[in-house]
């Protein structure tokens, strides 16, 4: 792939990690926090498969499983952090 | 198959095996996960013997060879990381079979704390001998779920809370890691650490991928100022999930740091980079013990005191990557080893110190330390656990933390930096005031007309705690395999 190509989708992961970042630090409902933890985590994935594209020999299959990993783990991390929120806002706790 | 690449094997299947066993049949899961236990200790000397005898192990799994397979290798760091978690988790398993009290009392706690903490055993081993970024990652974030379960596993509300920011801590330090991966894939076209070495700042983005690594891992390892999730999640863990959590956990972050730094990327780091990230560890030295110094339970005292002694570790980087370590290369070796014992003997002598917290929460029903007086006469062997587990914290001779103090002050006055091994004296001061106040009030004879009354706890538990003092003070009267298998600086 050129750089006209790839380039579209490393900015677009960029800007997915900036709001996701942004979301973390200045959102208070931790609901919110979790999604913006997903968004940093499709930034990375998407970062990650543009990078990885190579001008000579194609599509480097590699990164592809890593992502698919990735993305595994992150639907694990999410499932507990939502059990947890769950859990604890029915012990009454406010967002931390 | 040769044996050594068969126990290497069996100590990362066996515990995610026996996790999922003892889901499927909790009513046999008591046998079985002794028997599994007992099986985990042995496999973890052995396989300590094999690699001190006569060198690592190395497997490329399915023969497929890095860059394209995963490589891993426990070379003496790692067998000797793995032992120690075989015992600390062995005293854990052990501590918590007692069917009734702090953490048997309700089943479903049982049930579930077994096998998280047999998953937490076999994501822990992964991250010893994983030779490649990305599988590195996927151990860490392995840890972390079952770390954060274990926190929130009373349904408490105040460490559901504790749970929640240590994930979120947790999970946006992953986050930072596996940006650092992406960027060095991107660049290199490889993870495999050994490949790696020597090749990392080449690129323009390897100092951003380094650098978010660090930040990533030093937020997991809860350097200062990111230690803020540390004390209200382990201390409001139950006590043998915090004895894991406070002894193994944060060492797991440092211990990938260890390997990025100085196997990946040797002679990559910046002179202001390594001093900065000295200065936090001395800085958290200090507020760590400061903090300590004022607590009010004995367990947030014992969780403050975790977060000044990660502090010494961060103090290899200006004195093994710095200028200090061009003046004579036993500097780099001395500050290497002794944060290796640093390590080990703060895991042994802190996770004795949680499960002796455990049995005094037990004994007194509380850990406020000014209603702890004339429980010397009830816990006498608890306490005496205690005061040896103190000394190696404290680092006075014989113990491992000696062994860790007297290297690195030697290093740091030999690399011509003396204000590192100042760092570490006035820590070990401070260390002696705050673990002071317990044994004292513990020693103090109690008032007869308001006696406080305790529970009586058996001698085989007390036994645990006592047994891995007594290991954190072997590392120091023993020091010689142990730092033959260290190494020196890689």
Redesign the interface.
Do not use: Q
């Given at each position: 792939m050129t750089p006209v190509e790839w380039l579209p989708f490393a900015i677009c992961a960029t800007a997915l990690?900036g709001l996701g970042l942004y979301g973390?630090i200045t959102q208070p409902l931790?609901l919110r926090?979790i999604i913006a933890?997903n968004m940093?985590?499709s930034g990375?994935f998407l970062?990650?498969g543009a990078?990885?594209a190579s001008e000579t020999a194609g599509t480097?299959p590699?990164?592809q499983a890593?992502i698919i990993?990735?993305i595994v783990?992150a639907l694990?991390?999410t499932a507990?952090?939502l059990g947890?929120?769950v859990?604890?806002a029915r012990?009454?706790?406010r967002d931390? | 198959m040769r044996l050594p690449v068969t126990v290497l094997v069996l100590t990362l299947t066996l515990p995610l095996l026996g996790a999922i066993v003892s889901v499927a049949a909790p009513r046999r899961a008591e046998v079985l996960v002794r028997t599994a236990t007992l099986i985990m200790v042995g496999l973890a000397v052995a396989l300590t013997a094999h690699v001190a005898l006569s060198g690592p192990v190395v497997i490329a799994i399915g023969q497929w060879m890095p860059p394209?397979g995963i490589e891993l290798m426990a070379d003496g760091p790692a067998v000797l990381f793995l032992l120690v978690n075989a015992l600390v988790m062995a005293a854990v398993m052990l501590f918590s079979l007692k069917p009734h009290g702090q953490i048997g009392s309700d089943n479903r706690l049982v049930y579930t704390f077994r096998p998280l903490l047999l998953l937490l055993w076999g994501a822990l081993n992964a991250i010893f001998v994983s030779r490649d970024l990305?599988n590195l990652?996927?151990g860490l974030?392995l840890a972390?779920?079952a770390a954060?379960?274990l926190v929130?596993i009373e349904?408490?509300?105040d460490s559901?809370?504790a749970?929640?920011?240590y994930?979120?801590f947790a999970?946006?330090g992953?986050?930072f890691y596996?940006?650092g991966v992406?960027?060095i894939?991107?660049a290199h076209?490889t993870l495999d650490i050994g490949l790696l070495t020597g090749q990392l700042g080449t690129y323009p983005t390897d100092a951003l991928a380094i650098g978010a690594m660090t930040v990533g891992l030093a937020a997991k390892a809860a350097l200062f100022p990111f230690h803020v999730w540390l004390p209200p999640a382990h201390a409001g863990a139950p006590a043998p999930a915090s004895a894991v959590l406070s002894a193994l956990v944060p060492k797991t972050s440092f211990y990938i740091t260890l390997r990025l730094w100085f196997e990946a990327a040797p002679g990559a780091a910046g002179e202001i980079a390594v001093n900065v990230i000295g200065s936090l560890g001395a800085l958290a030295v200090i507020y760590g013990s400061v903090m300590a110094l004022r607590q009010p339970r004995l367990k947030l005292l014992i969780a403050y005191s975790t977060v000044a002694q990660i502090g010494y570790l961060f103090i290899i980087f200006p004195l093994a990557l710095g200028a200090a370590a061009e003046a004579s290369e036993s500097v780099a070796d001395a500050a290497w080893n002794g944060t290796l014992f640093q390590a080990l003997s703060h895991a042994l002598a802190k996770a004795a110190m949680f499960l002796c917290a455990g049995l005094i929460l037990e004994a007194a029903g509380h850990d406020r330390i000014d209603r702890l007086a004339g429980l010397v006469q009830v816990l006498p062997m608890t306490l005496f656990a205690f005061g040896l587990a103190a000394i190696t914290l404290m680092g006075l001779p014989p113990s491992g933390g000696f062994m860790a103090k007297y290297l690195l002050v030697s290093a740091s006055l030999e690399g011509g930096v003396p204000v590192w091994g100042l760092v570490v004296l006035s820590g070990g001061l401070l260390t002696t005031a705050y673990l002071y106040r317990p044994m004292a009030a513990a020693f103090r004879r109690s008032d007869p007309a308001s006696a406080a009354v305790f529970q009586p706890v058996e001698r085989w538990r007390q036994a645990l705690p006592l047994g891995l003092a007594i290991a954190s003070l072997a590392l120091g009267i023993l020091p010689g395999a142990p730092y033959g298998l260290m190494g020196g600086m890689p």
């Open positions: 990690i973390l931790l926090r933890f940093i985590g990375i970062l990650f990078l990885s480097d590699v990164p890593m990993t990735g783990v694990s991390a507990l952090a947890l929120a859990a604890h012990e009454g706790g931390p | 394209l990305f990652y996927v974030e972390s779920l954060v379960a929130g349904r408490k509300r559901l809370n749970a929640l920011r994930l979120l999970l946006t992953s986050l596996l940006l992406v960027l894939y991107a076209g």
